[in-house]
């Protein structure tokens, strides 16, 4: 195989019964994005990739957005003899020197096979001096050196250069399924990254109020799905035409229930869709006391109308590290185009800040909105978004 | 369906979006596809191809110049109306900053958007503001008028609520400031919104510069025109064509296009004119007895005739205007807004109509409707039924 990827694995290592489901899980999802024939050993806390695949940007791409592991870098692997291994020290010091031409350098090793003649310090020690020896211009620096040299004595010897971030957390489908409730803004996508880490797997669902919502808008969702697919080990994104309900609640609703009740309805539409689609948890992106319909009363009365529990992994979030994680999964320049729903039509202009849950109950019965919303929810269109 | 559409199956419906752009005249695709074969050589270039072209864009000049009364080397081919405005905006940063500029407060984004820079710059700016008719009386822009002034720049029509400025009246205000200041004045007007549809001639008006645009005269996009009295020194330099105003290879087949259109809408300007004023009063008469439409600007509340009858701005407030847009869409019907509801750059959006004197709940509930040449009065009636149709739909839920 061309291409050789050593995978360092984080929380899954902790795990210890059901910890090769955890593996099993993981191995599935890298395989789900490489386009070539590709292998994947597991050996004690280590994922080796073998991969055909010529688009190594594509391979780095599909590890670093799959949760489960830690950090990935390509590898070489040879003969447990000394020989061998400084050779394949020195060719990748060779790349790294071009990379950094004044840089200093260190050699790690670590011996897992004990039985190996050298020790790791010895390692360290014979190699480093090898390439001293045949790059003179190279500089030790065991304290801050700007590129270390890895080498790992297992079954065979292990050589590998930087180091490249992964996701961390567990694998996707490790948990169960959720229902993501995904709008065009900053924190639902952030939510869905943030609960994929913790290896849930989920659809999304995205409540389109057209003529009142534009298609940008929509679009924009689209785009949003298709970051966030990769994280999530992909989606189906559920969109659900909405308008008929907002405009009952216009004409039937008090104005300051109008924003409380229309979460509701989204809630109770999740919860259907999530039934046909055996997902027992919702996410939503909301963050305490961010906006009016996010305060502890409007949360409380927002659960209670359903029987799922809802995650909301941005609760405790400063706005601030949401954004922070929203660039780093390269959905926040997507989420701040101009094309945000047109749900300020039917916000009131002071929305209730502290609901009574029984009260608000109320309302929503009194609305009759159930068969709307079970129109709503089979007039649904359901759109995948690969890995 | 409108036999002119039968040109184009594509947009078999109604289209009243002229002012954003007009659809291409029927004898302008064909003209463009002979000109790209015909007309390949550079025409900077010294052998014959090249001065083959040269020719044909010289003669197309010729022709613009003699519908607009001017000199042919008063025109510059540019790429657009904003392109032709940039230019005459970003040569002020040529100049010794500290001067006065009078600007009016509905003029297009691609002058207004200037407007921070030239104040870092060391500009005063000063806006002049129409009446709530949306149209500047003249006195109002003279009390402005400081012995620093340097530069006017007033729209001809605008874009959203079809007020008519009084250019001429403006600029003989300004002329004769002129005299009795001593220092001269160049006064800009973005004219294109007028070119082809009302009266517009730059040598009577006695302005400095205008800008004009291919597009909205059934053109194509892409190309546009400057007037310009004198010569200016400008910012972007290049290999001097257009007499080094606008330098950068000529745009030869949209240069071609350009004069036949212009041709073709200004020797039919009167008759087109009263057809469409005939049509306006048309669609006013539909809409003045329905029940939730009002007329943003009404030519009963003025002396003279002031605004375009090609521009109808009518609100249909609390409905929001991009909502009937869409649903108008759905039905076959173009028409745009001046204001999006959700959008972040309302404030920017609805500037022109605040400034004209539209309430902030009216601009948001405004449509604009824009005719041309080809409109007709079934089309008129058949988008006012579809239009009351939907706006007593609508009307159940916004009250």
């Known amino acids: 195989m061309k291409n050789f990827y050593l995978i360092k694995i984080g929380e899954i290592s902790l795990k210890k019964g ?14 789900k994005k490489l386009h070539s024939p590709s292998k994947i050993t597991i050996q004690r806390g280590r994922f080796f990739l073998e991969s055909e ?75 480093g001096e090898y390439l001293l020896e045949q790059l003179p211009s190279l500089k030790v620096n065991v304290h801050k050196p700007s590129w270390i040299i890895n080498i790992e004595i297992r079954n065979l010897a292990y050589i590998y250069g930087a180091q490249e971030k992964g996701t961390g957390g567990l694998p996707v489908g490790s948990a169960a399924k959720g229902m993501l409730l995904l709008s065009g803004g900053i924190d639902s996508p952030v939510a869905g990254y943030l609960m994929a880490r913790r290896g849930l797997r989920m659809d999304a669902i ?13 679009d924009k969702v689209k785009v949003l799905a298709s970051k966030i697919a990769p994280y999530l080990s992909g989606l189906s994104l559920f969109v659900v035409p909405f308008t008929d309900f907002q405009l009952l609640l216009k004409q039937k609703a008090k104005e300051e229930e109008v924003t409380l009740l229309m979460r509701a309805g989204m809630v109770k539409i ?31 009365y927002n659960g209670s109308e359903t029987e799922l529990p809802v995650f909301r992994p941005l609760i405790g979030m400063d706005k601030e590290d949401i954004i922070k994680t929203a660039i780093s999964i390269d959905t926040y320049e997507t989420s701040i185009l101009p094309f945000e729903d047109c749900c300020t039509i039917f916000s009131p202009t002071h929305p209730l800040l502290k609901p009574e849950s029984n009260k608000l109950k109320n309302s929503f019965i009194m609305l009759e909105g159930e068969k709307l919303l079970k129109e709503a929810a089979e007039k649904t269109e359901r759109i995948y978004f690969k890995p | 369906m409108n036999t002119y559409f039968a040109y184009y199956p594509i947009m078999k419906s109604i289209y009243f979006d002229w002012a954003a752009t007009a659809p291409i005249h029927p004898e302008i695709p064909a003209l463009i596809s002979n000109s790209l074969l015909q007309f390949q050589g550079n025409p900077s270039a010294i052998h014959s191809t090249g001065k083959n072209t040269k020719i044909q864009i010289e003669s197309s000049r010729k022709v613009c110049a003699k519908l607009l009364e001017t000199k042919p080397e008063q025109l510059i081919f540019t790429s657009g109306g904003t392109e032709s405005n940039n230019i005459i905006l970003s040569s002020l940063f040529l100049k010794k900053p500290g001067a006065h500029l009078i600007l009016s407060a509905i003029e297009h984004p691609s002058i207004y958007e200037y407007i921070t820079n030239l104040k870092n710059f060391g500009y005063e700016i000063d806006l002049v503001k129409p009446s709530s008719d949306g149209i500047i009386d003249p006195e109002n822009l003279n009390k402005l008028l400081k012995s620093n002034t340097s530069f006017i720049s007033i729209m001809t029509v605008n874009n959203e609520t079809g007020a008519i400025q ?54 194509p996009k892409g190309i546009g025109l400057l007037f310009l009295k004198k010569p200016i020194e400008v910012l972007s330099p290049g290999g001097g064509q257009e007499f080094s105003i606008r330098p950068g290879t000529e745009n030869v087949s949209g240069i071609i296009a350009f004069s036949k259109a212009m041709e073709l809408s200004l020797e039919k300007i009167q008759y087109n004119f009263q057809n469409i004023k005939y049509l306006k009063s048309v669609l006013i008469k539909e809409l003045s007895t329905t029940k939730g439409v009002k007329l943003l600007f009404d030519e009963k509340n003025t002396k003279e005739s002031s605004y375009s009858p090609y521009i109808i701005s009518i609100s249909v407030s609390p409905i929001p205007g991009e909502v009937l847009v869409r649903i108008l869409s759905d039905e076959g019907i ?48 058949e988008f006012c039924t579809i239009l ?5 739909n609508l009307r159940k839920y916004h009250k």
């Not at chain 1, 061998?84 to 350098?105: C, H, Q, R, W």
């Not at chain 2, 609805?350 to 948001?364: F, M, P, T, Y």
């Open chain 2, 388 to 392: 009351k149709k939907n706006i007593s």
């Open chain 2, 334 to 381: 173009q028409i745009s807004t001046g204001s999006a509801c959700s959008s972040r750059n309302r404030k920017k959006q609805i500037r022109v109509l605040k400034e004209s004197g539209v309430s902030e709940n009216d601009a948001s509930g405004s449509i604009r409707i824009s005719l041309g040449w080809s409109s007709t009065e079934i089309e008129i009636l």
């Open chain 1, 206 to 218: 995205y409540f389109h109020a057209y003529p009142y919502t534009s298609d940008e808008a929509l």
């Open chain 1, 270 to 300: 999740a919860e259907m869709i999530s039934k046909e689609r055996e997902s027992i948890c919702l996410v939503t992106g909301e963050s305490l006391s961010q906006v009016a319909s996010q305060t502890v009363e409007s949360i409380r």
């Open chain 1, 53 to 127: 695949d010529d688009d190594i940007e594509n391979i780095k791409y599909a590890l670093s957005t799959t949760p489960g592991l830690v950090s990935f870098s390509r590898a070489v692997r040879v003969e447990k003899n000394i020989t061998d291994i400084k050779n394949a020290a020195l060719s990748f010091a060779k790349e790294l020197v071009e990379k950094y031409p004044s840089g200093t350098f260190k050699i790690e090793s670590r011996r897992a096979d004990k039985g190996f003649e050298y020790t790791s310090y010895e390692i360290s020690a014979l190699v």
């Open chain 2, 166 to 219: 009084p250019i001429k009246d403006i600029v003989t205000v300004v002329r004769n400031f002129e005299k009795k200041n001593g220092r001269r004045v160049h006064i800009h007007t973005d004219a294109v919104q007028a070119l082809g549809k009302i009266f517009f001639n730059p040598a009577k008006l006695n302005i400095d510069s205008a800008s004009f645009s291919a597009h909205k005269i059934g053109g």
């Open chain 1, 18 to 31: 059901n910890r090769k489901s955890f593996e099993k899980q993981l191995r599935f999802n890298i395989k």
